[in-house]
């Protein structure tokens, strides 16, 4: 079903708006109840942006708070030489919580939580296109987080630093559990980050003010679709990288023992491949909170928005190009580290841009000394500080000078502290008045900038000199007469300046801070963006259509027109919530998403995933596998209730625009979720075919090793023709399910049950050619990364199993036809994607040693 | 998404997807290359680890080059039409993009012309 032709421009004159007025009785009324939340204990089901965005970022600070608390403890214990107060062991528990924490625990989720809150109001959506998965997101986070912290208390945290390398962290040197917490607990929670990253990349794509083309979209969300983007290609590359050391400590499959073949180097290829860009996927979200202060600031329109844009992307590219910038000490061949030297100082030039174009802003306008400005002065200084301190450890001969030493973090401390916690600072002043009734005061603000920027730089300009004259980091004490006594003192006594600021806004909060579901403080700093419209529950009465990229400066009246309900949908077509769905370059309506509503299932969903994952790190098999399994029935209770069909004919939404509200194929905000879940998926797949070939690279001539017999041609070839056979048995099924008549034909069941043999049998062949080959996956490096590669293919295999009985089961229902189809299709996408990954593993596994012919 | 858009937005980073596979091959080449000890190889007399990124370079900054000026033509030639203000804003957006990507791929190149290949 398509949408309709529509017309070229949105632009229109003050007399010419898309609804008249006066408004129909009860439209206003019936809009507010669908989007009410639930009340007493379902409360916590509630999945509208404005709740889940405000708990997800309150317990983002909540770890950033705790993370503190665990930095000021190791302040204290390193302010004197030979101090006792914690013990080494429990030293190296407090630094590897406090990075672990800070990245994993704080920064990520704050900026996704952040815009989880901001991204559909500055858009005009009414909420993102699928608020029950941020409410999954969110709520995984929270358990999986509190629980991973509790680890603490009880001696059991993870204590071989917050990039975990081995050996230091294999089984021989860490057979503790305090491992296992890092890997399954932080491997879960990058699973909630890239679930919001696929919320945000729809979120920016499809759900905009109308008229809101690329070339008017509001820089933050630039920034958050760069941010999205990154974490998709990023965050696998760990994930992966946790899944290996994790197979590696329970099953003794070799990855990164050299003694069997493997390499420790492979898993900081993968950390630094993911680890790198997450500096910038913490900075560029804050850039782009940036971006939308100054010119508040200023009251002027932000010089160079182009610039600005290309600087995100560009970044975007370059920051995946820097990861052996962290390796620089580990003896790769120096043309090697010349590659990664040139993209990291060429990754300067487009923050560079960015920093030019915030001063030229506020140069051409005039500046208000509010304590946003004051945040944001402090970010231009202080992380221009890191920026110059990052441009000398990317010169290779500098950095084996500094390499592991206070200057490096005193550089990333500037760069993180700079780059992302100021913004956030500013953004909090900022944007609260559209969250509270009440802004937070700007008397308090002044205390809380001044102790936090004095305190920052106490704290970490001295460990620059700390770190030249030869204090490594991550020791527990030092002796006396080392001559860093006084710097460390100075130091300790700046984190806990630091830390008064943070406590002062917390004051600032809890005297200020008023939820406001509606009647917010309004637009308290005349700002031109959408997110201060007046708005409630369902956010605007009215979705605007925007001439400009300030369209409440552009546009005067926009608010009360906005609130009349003189823009498009001003009320619900269908009854329930609704979100307009628009085109993603030009932002014409397209149709009318019906959005779920609160549920227990996400966060029962939440809960189960999260207990599935803890309850494994203690080993307790039985009670995970029962969590994992009602964590995929809540997953497909809660499904069963999405992709409800044409429920009305088409809607008019105002200005005689008439769209429908079903759609499928690529228009269906469900289909580009499912091409972000395979690029995720494929990027997994990337990165473990590299680990492969790594693995390959470091054991010449035994690959595979001596005694190891690959199984014969035949059974590739025959699991391929399984492959092959049923993706085109899903083929068939799509054709017979095509039709404007609502068919729904017997074949289409059958054919997709056959597929789900053919599949299943497909993988368990190849399976069973490696088994009776006798090939070990503990013996040597090649059996692990073979197996490696079939389990990934078998996990995928399962899910499809899973998918392709549940599109059975929809038909059973009644709940799939040749209109009805969006399961179908996403099934269909998922299941060509797996078998074109099987047919990628059967060549590599079986093919490529017999290319290389064993060398 | 269109068949079309999908061109615009692959011409739009054009640059940086060519900076990304040149990377991608001269690091991939190179590790394997001085892995195996196969650096001493010549190609036309120079080494091939050397030979390689040369070519890699130039195999990336040519077509980045091509889809720059070509950008740059089809933006003058379309102002007076009747332009989306979407599409206008890509082809600004791929002309900065194009343009930084040929500066950052000759850079990329630089270490061949100084360092030792596997030293």
């Given at each position: 079903?398509?949408?309709?032709?529509?017309?070229?421009?949105?632009?229109?004159?003050?007399?010419?708006?898309?609804n008249?007025?006066?408004?129909?009785?009860?439209?206003?009324?019936?809009?507010?109840?669908?989007?009410?939340?639930?009340?007493?204990?379902?409360?916590?089901?509630?999945?509208?942006?404005?709740?889940?965005?405000?708990?997800?970022?309150?317990?983002?600070?909540?770890?950033?708070?705790?993370?503190g608390?665990?930095?000021?403890?190791?302040?204290?214990?390193?302010?004197?030489?030979?101090?006792?107060?914690?013990?080494?062991?429990?030293?190296?528990?407090?630094?590897?919580?406090?990075?672990?924490?800070?990245?994993?625990?704080?920064?990520?989720?704050?900026?996704?939580?952040?815009?989880?809150?901001?991204?559909?109001?500055m858009?005009?959506?009414?909420?993102?296109?699928?608020?029950?998965?941020?409410?999954?997101?969110?709520?995984?986070?929270?358990?999986?987080?509190?629980?991973?912290?509790?680890?603490?208390?009880?001696?059991?945290?993870?204590?071989?630093?917050?990039?975990?390398?081995?050996?230091?962290?294999?089984?021989?040197?860490?057979?503790?559990?305090?491992?296992?917490?890092?890997?399954?607990?932080?491997?879960?929670?990058?699973?909630?980050?890239?679930?919001?990253?696929?919320?945000?990349?729809?979120?920016?794509?499809?759900?905009?003010?109308?008229?809101?083309?690329?070339?008017?979209?509001?820089?933050?969300?630039?920034?958050?679709?760069?941010?999205?983007?990154?974490?998709?290609?990023?965050?696998?590359?760990?994930?992966?990288?946790?899944?290996?050391?994790?197979?590696?400590?329970?099953?003794?499959?070799?990855?990164?023992?050299?003694e069997?073949?493997?390499?420790?180097?492979?898993?900081?290829?993968?950390?630094?491949?993911?680890?790198?860009?997450?500096?910038?996927?913490?900075?560029?979200?804050a850039?782009?909170?940036?971006?939308?202060?100054?010119?508040?600031?200023?009251?002027?329109?932000?010089?160079?928005?182009?610039l600005?844009?290309?600087?995100?992307?560009?970044?975007?590219?370059?920051?995946?190009?820097?990861?052996?910038?962290?390796?620089?000490?580990?003896?790769?061949?120096?043309?090697?580290?010349?590659?990664?030297s040139?993209?990291?100082?060429?990754?300067?030039?487009?923050s560079?841009?960015?920093?030019?174009?915030?001063?030229?802003?506020?140069?051409?306008?005039?500046?208000?000394?509010?304590?946003?400005?004051?945040?944001?002065?402090?970010?231009?200084?202080?992380?221009?500080?890191?920026?110059?301190?990052?441009?000398?450890v990317?010169?290779?001969?500098?950095?084996?000078?500094?390499h592991?030493?206070?200057?490096?973090?005193?550089?990333?401390?500037?760069?993180?502290?700079?780059?992302m916690?100021?913004?956030?600072?500013?953004?909090?002043?900022?944007?609260?008045?559209?969250?509270?009734?009440?802004?937070?005061?700007?008397?308090?603000?002044?205390?809380v900038?001044?102790?936090?920027?004095?305190?920052?730089?106490?704290?970490?300009?001295?460990?620059?000199?700390?770190?030249?004259?030869?204090?490594?980091?991550?020791?527990?004490?030092?002796?006396?007469?080392?001559?860093?006594?006084?710097?460390?003192?100075?130091?300790?006594?700046?984190?806990?300046?630091?830390?008064?600021?943070?406590?002062?806004?917390?004051?600032?909060?809890?005297?200020?801070?008023?939820?406001?579901?509606?009647?917010?403080?309004?637009?308290?700093?005349?700002?031109?963006?959408?997110?201060w419209?007046?708005?409630?529950?369902?956010?605007?009465?009215?979705?605007?259509?925007?001439?400009?990229?300030?369209?409440?400066?552009?546009?005067?009246?926009?608010?009360?027109?906005?609130?009349?309900?003189?823009?498009?949908?001003?009320?619900?077509?269908?009854?329930?919530?609704?979100?307009?769905?628009?085109?993603?370059?030009?932002?014409?309506?397209?149709?009318?998403?019906?959005?779920?509503?609160?549920?227990?299932?996400?966060?029962?969903?939440?809960?189960?995933?999260?207990?599935?994952?803890?309850?494994?790190?203690?080993?307790?098999?039985?009670?995970?596998?029962?969590?994992?399994?009602?964590?995929?029935?809540?997953?497909i209770?809660?499904?069963?209730?999405?992709?409800?069909?044409?429920?009305?004919?088409?809607?008019?939404?105002?200005?005689?625009?008439?769209?429908?509200?079903y759609?499928?194929?690529?228009?269906?905000?469900?289909?580009?979720?499912?091409?972000?879940?395979?690029?995720?998926?494929?990027?997994?797949?990337?990165?473990?075919?590299?680990?492969?070939?790594?693995?390959?690279?470091?054991?010449?001539?035994?690959?595979?090793?001596?005694?190891?017999?690959?199984?014969?041609?035949?059974?590739?070839?025959?699991s391929?023709?399984?492959?092959?056979?049923?993706?085109?048995?899903?083929?068939?099924?799509?054709?017979?399910?095509?039709?404007?008549?609502?068919?729904?034909?017997?074949?289409?069941?059958?054919?997709?049950?056959?597929?789900?043999?053919?599949?299943?049998?497909?993988?368990?062949?190849?399976?069973?050619?490696?088994?009776?080959?006798?090939?070990?996956?503990?013996?040597?490096?090649?059996?692990?990364?073979?197996?490696?590669?079939?389990?990934l293919?078998?996990?995928f295999?399962?899910?499809?199993?899973?998918?392709?009985?549940?599109?059975?089961?929809?038909?059973?229902?009644g709940?799939?036809?040749?209109?009805?189809?969006?399961?179908?299709?996403?099934?269909?996408?998922?299941?060509?994607?797996?078998?074109?990954?099987?047919?990628?593993?059967?060549?590599?596994?079986?093919?490529?040693?017999?290319?290389?012919?064993g060398? | 998404?269109?068949?079309?858009?999908?061109?615009?937005?692959?011409?739009?980073?054009?640059?940086m997807?060519?900076?990304?596979?040149?990377?991608?091959?001269i690091?991939?080449?190179?590790?394997?290359?001085?892995?195996?000890g196969?650096?001493?190889?010549?190609?036309?007399?120079?080494?091939?680890?050397?030979?390689?990124?040369?070519?890699?370079?130039?195999?990336?900054?040519?077509?980045?080059?091509?889809?720059?000026?070509?950008?740059l033509?089809?933006?003058?030639?379309?102002?007076?039409?009747?332009?989306?203000?979407?599409?206008?804003?890509?082809?600004?957006?791929?002309?900065?993009?194009?343009?930084?990507?040929?500066?950052?791929?000759?850079?990329q190149?630089?270490?061949?012309?100084?360092?030792?290949?596997?030293?």
């Amino acid at each position: 079903m398509n949408a309709p032709e529509l017309p070229n421009s949105f632009e229109r004159k003050e007399t010419d708006l898309p609804n008249p007025l006066p408004r129909p009785e009860g439209e206003f009324e019936a809009l507010k109840k669908a989007w009410e939340p639930p009340r007493g204990i379902s409360f916590i089901t509630a999945v509208n942006n404005t709740y889940v965005g405000l708990w997800y970022v309150g317990t983002a600070f909540l770890f950033f708070i705790l993370a503190g608390i665990l930095a000021l403890i190791m302040r204290a214990q390193l302010a004197a030489p030979e101090s006792d107060l914690v013990s080494h062991d429990l030293y190296n528990q407090l630094f590897t919580m406090h990075g672990t924490v800070m990245m994993f625990l704080f920064a990520v989720p704050a900026v996704e939580a952040a815009s989880v809150y901001l991204l559909p109001n500055m858009q005009a959506a009414r909420d993102l296109p699928f608020p029950r998965l941020s409410a999954y997101a969110f709520w995984a986070y929270f358990v999986g987080g509190l629980v991973f912290f509790g680890t603490i208390f009880f001696g059991l945290s993870p204590n071989g630093g917050w990039f975990m390398y081995p050996p230091l962290t294999s089984t021989k040197y860490s057979p503790a559990e305090n491992a296992d917490w890092w890997l399954l607990g932080i491997g879960f929670i990058e699973i909630s980050a890239i679930a919001g990253a696929i919320e945000i990349i729809v979120g920016v794509m499809k759900t905009r003010a109308v008229g809101m083309s690329l070339d008017k979209l509001p820089v933050y969300s630039w920034a958050m679709l760069v941010f999205a983007v990154m974490i998709v290609i990023g965050f696998p590359a760990i994930i992966l990288g946790t899944l290996l050391l994790e197979m590696e400590r329970a099953f003794d499959w070799p990855f990164f023992i050299a003694e069997r073949g493997g390499d420790p180097l492979l898993w900081q290829h993968l950390f630094w491949f993911f680890g790198h860009p997450e500096v910038y996927i913490i900075f560029l979200p804050a850039t782009g909170m940036v971006s939308m202060i100054v010119p508040t600031m200023a009251q002027t329109p932000l010089v160079g928005y182009r610039l600005v844009v290309l600087a995100l992307i560009a970044t975007g590219f370059l920051s995946f190009g820097l990861w052996v910038h962290h390796m620089f000490a580990t003896g790769l061949p120096k043309m090697s580290l010349g590659f990664f030297s040139a993209a990291s100082t060429a990754v300067a030039v487009p923050s560079g841009i960015q920093v030019f174009a915030w001063i030229a802003t506020i140069a051409s306008g005039r500046m208000r000394l509010t304590t946003p400005s004051l945040f944001i002065i402090g970010f231009l200084f202080v992380f221009t500080l890191g920026g110059l301190t990052g441009v000398m450890v990317a010169m290779a001969p500098f950095d084996w000078q500094a390499h592991d030493s206070y200057f490096v973090v005193a550089h990333l401390h500037y760069v993180l502290i700079g780059g992302m916690v100021f913004p956030l600072f500013a953004a909090f002043y900022y944007w609260v008045p559209v969250a509270s009734k009440r802004p937070l005061s700007e008397r308090l603000g002044r205390w809380v900038f001044g102790l936090m920027f004095i305190g920052m730089n106490v704290t970490f300009l001295p460990m620059h000199i700390t770190g030249l004259i030869g204090m490594p980091r991550r020791v527990y004490t030092y002796p006396v007469g080392m001559g860093w006594d006084s710097l460390n003192l100075v130091s300790t006594i700046g984190a806990f300046m630091l830390a008064a600021g943070v406590a002062l806004f917390l004051v600032d909060l809890a005297r200020n801070f008023r939820f406001a579901g509606e009647n917010n403080a309004g637009n308290v700093w005349n700002a031109s963006t959408l997110e201060w419209l007046p708005n409630g529950n369902y956010n605007t009465r009215s979705i605007p259509s925007v001439v400009g990229r300030d369209p409440l400066w552009d546009q005067p009246g926009l608010s009360q027109d906005v609130e009349d309900g003189r823009y498009y949908l001003p009320g619900t077509a269908t009854g329930v919530r609704e979100a307009l769905v628009t085109s993603p370059f030009d932002a014409r309506p397209q149709y009318i998403l019906q959005v779920p509503g609160p549920g227990w299932q996400p966060v029962l969903a939440a809960v189960f995933t999260a207990a599935f994952f803890l309850l494994l790190t203690v080993k307790f098999i039985f009670t995970s596998v029962i969590c994992g399994v009602l964590a995929v029935g809540c997953v497909i209770w809660w499904l069963w209730e999405t992709d409800p069909g044409p429920t009305r004919p088409p809607a008019d939404i105002g200005g005689g625009i008439v769209i429908p509200v079903y759609v499928t194929g690529s228009m269906n905000h469900s289909w580009w979720a499912m091409i972000v879940l395979m690029v995720v998926s494929g990027m997994i797949f990337t990165c473990l075919i590299f680990s492969y070939l790594f693995l390959w690279l470091v054991n010449p001539g035994v690959w595979p090793p001596q005694g190891v017999r690959i199984p014969g041609w035949i059974w590739p070839a025959l699991s391929a023709i399984l492959y092959c056979a049923s993706a085109a048995l899903v083929a068939v099924a799509s054709r017979q399910l095509q039709g404007e008549d609502r068919r729904k034909p017997r074949s289409v069941p059958i054919m997709i049950g056959v597929a789900l043999l053919l599949v299943g049998g497909s993988s368990a062949i190849d399976l069973w050619s490696q088994w009776q080959s006798a090939l070990s996956p503990s013996a040597h490096a090649y059996g692990a990364a073979v197996y490696a590669i079939m389990s990934l293919q078998i996990f995928f295999v399962l899910t499809t199993l899973i998918m392709g009985a549940y599109t059975i089961a929809r038909w059973l229902a009644g709940k799939l036809d040749s209109i009805r189809r969006t399961t179908f299709d996403n099934t269909m996408l998922f299941w060509y994607y797996t078998v074109g990954q099987g047919l990628v593993g059967l060549l590599v596994v079986h093919g490529f040693p017999r290319f290389t012919g064993g060398v | 998404m269109s068949g079309t858009r999908t061109l615009h937005v692959l011409v739009m980073l054009g640059g940086m997807i060519a900076w990304a596979v040149q990377f991608t091959i001269i690091y991939g080449v190179t590790s394997t290359l001085c892995g195996r000890g196969w650096a001493d190889a010549t190609l036309f007399g120079i080494g091939i680890v050397q030979a390689v990124i040369v070519a890699t370079t130039v195999l990336a900054f040519v077509p980045t080059a091509l889809v720059f000026m070509g950008l740059l033509r089809a933006y003058r030639s379309l102002e007076g039409e009747d332009a989306s203000a979407a599409t206008a804003f890509m082809m600004q957006a791929g002309i900065l993009i194009n343009g930084l990507s040929l500066i950052v791929i000759l850079w990329q190149g630089a270490p061949a012309l100084i360092l030792p290949a596997c030293a």
